[in-house]
């Protein structure tokens, strides 16, 4: 696949900030940055519970991790759907990684809520009409959320840099 250069990267370009993100960042560190997945192209409101874990080093391919960068994404992908189930009332958290829209590695962490038909299970989750779904404020709250049950401690992030959106 090719690869964008990290300057022309859409996730490299939110890393640096040159991307609106609302919430701003849940949690970043020297390998990981974490939010909240964002309004994309005409859509008016966008399945709240849907995390992005990505590493901030330009990486198009799984394979192109080190043991660091992957050891940090499967910490935070527990963390996180950890703090989903807590904070957002998720009945089960998936993990997805595709790769072939974007490519700089990003997990997808997404929560199904409860009463969700099976038929909505899996990659199809953030498919059910029903489903919780919200513009850049309620965003911006799931966001906030999260960010506050992994700072209490129940995702052990106490290390963690404080994110320059101040939210």
């Known amino acids: 696949m090719n690869s964008p250069s990290p ?3 859409l996730v490299c370009r939110k890393h640096r900030g040159e991307a609106a993100l609302s919430g701003g960042a849940i949690y970043e560190d020297a390998l990981l940055f974490i939010s909240h997945a964002q309004l994309y192209g005409d859509e008016q409101d966008h ?7 990505e590493p901030k080093r330009h990486v198009p391919e799984l394979a ?4 660091a960068e992957a050891q940090a994404i499967g910490l935070y992908t527990s963390r996180v759907a950890r703090a989903l189930m807590h904070t957002e009332g998720m009945e089960h958290v998936y ?6 829209g974007v490519p700089h590695v ?16 899996g ?8 489903a919780p779904r919200g513009r850049e404020a309620e965003i911006a709250k799931v966001a906030v959320r999260v960010r506050a049950f992994l700072r ?16």
């Open 7 to 9: 300057a022309d990267c």
């Open 47 to 53: 399945y709240l519970g849907h995390v992005f874990i």
């Open 64 to 67: 192109d991790l080190t043991e």
């Open 95 to 100: 993990a997805f990684v595709i790769g072939d």
């Open 106 to 121: 990003h997990v997808h962490v997404i929560g199904r809520y409860p009463g969700a038909p099976r038929e909505y299970w």
């Open 123 to 130: 990659p199809r989750v953030d498919d059910w009409p029903d």
């Open 152 to 167: 209490q401690g129940n995702g052990s992030i106490s290390n963690a840099r404080e994110p320059e959106s101040g939210v």
